[in-house]
């Protein structure tokens, strides 16, 4: 059984048959096809990036229906946790970007 079939029955077990037709098996169906076309044009390096990248668009897309999932059956007020969370660490994540870049940019680091 190839991986592509491993993910594929994966994904049956947790997915309906409308998310299957709809996100799963379009993800997986252009991965193996994208891949197909470049070994074709004997691209070996390209198909293996577009397998690797089109896998994990394939678990990115496992992660998001699970996250929905989870989100769904969520009081307003875990929302709003949720929420100030996410805005928190985005504004974190800006502060600390912007001390390690900020002595690059006056010239500090060589």
Same mark, same amino acid.
């Given at each position: 059984m190839?991986?592509?079939?491993?993910?594929?029955?994966?994904?049956?077990?947790?997915?309906?048959?409308?998310?299957?037709?709809? =996100?799963?098996?379009?993800? =997986?169906? #252009?991965? @193996?096809? #994208?891949?197909?076309?470049?070994?074709? @044009?004997?691209?070996?390096?390209r198909?293996?990036?577009i397998?690797?990248?089109?896998?994990?668009?394939?678990?990115?897309?496992?992660?998001?229906?699970?996250?929905?999932?989870?989100?769904?059956g969520?009081?307003? #007020? #875990?929302?709003q946790?949720?929420?100030?969370?996410?805005?928190?660490?985005?504004?974190?994540?800006?502060?600390?970007?912007?001390?390690?870049?900020?002595?690059?940019? @006056?010239?500090?680091?060589?």
């Amino acid at each position: 059984m190839s991986l592509h079939e491993r993910l594929r029955a994966m994904a049956a077990r947790v997915c309906s048959a409308p998310t299957m037709e709809r =996100l799963i098996d379009p993800v =997986l169906t #252009d991965v @193996q096809i #994208d891949h197909a076309d470049a070994m074709a @044009q004997g691209r070996v390096w390209r198909g293996r990036w577009i397998r690797m990248v089109g896998y994990l668009a394939f678990l990115k897309v496992i992660g998001l229906l699970g996250c929905e999932r989870t989100v769904r059956g969520w009081s307003a #007020d #875990d929302g709003q946790v949720f929420a100030r969370t996410v805005r928190l660490s985005a504004a974190g994540f800006v502060v600390t970007a912007l001390l390690v870049v900020a002595p690059v940019a @006056q010239g500090g680091f060589p």
